[in-house]
């Protein structure tokens, strides 16, 4: 089973260019979800999609937009990418919002100059 | 402000010593309080969902624990395949389903 795959794996941007993070799972999972992952931050959420046709901001949602295609896809865009955005990008998956474990993808390296 | 705190940063351990992981946590109210694996390179990986006070959950050499504020994973004779990132993760009561993670445990243990 694939569970969540994110492409690109690694992503160098310049500054102001626009780029989109795909990620799709085959489990069935209702809620989605987008971190990054930064040193010394933590885990923070982006943006997360509770179902399909539905989407929230995180806590750190300035800069990005989402897309919730269909029940398996859930893009995250930059539309102008920053430096201060340089890092690793998660996306994951659950079965619902409450209480439920999440499968993660194994992330999107990007930097930007 | 709901916060998650995990103690320590690193932990350097022998093949066979057990130890234990902390992760604290000041919220507003605890809906459940999650613990992940993430090894180098790769996404964090589901280990254990606790729900209540008094709760303990067991996988292998690991064992979860959870208190009113806070909640610890023992590791109990530890191998080196053991070794990687332990991340702590609470949700707060409400609809969002938000994870609030803290910054990790990373565990070496050397052979």
């Known amino acids: 089973n694939a569970g969540v795959t994110q492409t690109p794996k690694f992503q160098v941007l310049k500054t102001g260019q626009s780029m989109t993070l795909q990620c799709a799972q085959d489990?069935?999972?209702?809620?989605m979800y987008w971190y990054r992952q930064d040193p010394g931050m933590g885990l923070r959420l982006i943006y997360y999609?509770?179902?399909?046709?539905?989407?929230d901001k995180g806590e750190v949602p300035n800069g990005y937009n989402v897309s919730r295609l269909n029940k398996r896809e859930f893009s995250l865009r930059l539309e102008s990418a920053a430096p201060s955005q340089t890092s690793v990008y998660f996306c994951?998956?659950?079965?619902?919002?409450?209480?439920?474990?999440?499968?993660f993808g194994s992330g999107t390296r990007l930097t930007v100059v | 402000e709901d916060q998650v705190t995990q103690s320590p940063e690193a932990l350097r351990l022998q093949e066979g010593e057990s130890s234990s992981l902390n992760c604290s946590y000041t919220?507003?109210?605890?809906?459940?309080l999650f613990w992940y694996r993430q090894d180098p390179g790769k996404g964090p990986e589901f280990l254990f969902t606790?729900?209540?006070a008094g709760e303990e959950k067991e996988k292998e050499r690991l064992k979860a624990t959870l208190t009113k504020k806070e909640s610890f994973l023992h590791i109990t004779a530890p191998k080196p395949e053991d070794s990687a990132t332990y991340l702590c993760?609470?949700?707060?009561?409400?609809?969002?389903?938000?994870?609030?993670f803290g910054q990790g445990t990373t565990l070496q243990v050397k052979p």
């Open positions: 994951a998956s659950s079965e619902g919002l409450l209480l439920y474990g999440y499968t």
């Open positions: 489990m069935n999972h209702n809620s």
């Open positions: 999609s509770a179902s399909e046709g539905t989407t």
């Open positions: 919220v507003s109210g605890l809906r459940g």
């Open positions: 606790l729900y209540s």
């Open positions: 993760a609470v949700q707060v009561t409400g609809n969002t389903g938000k994870l609030i």
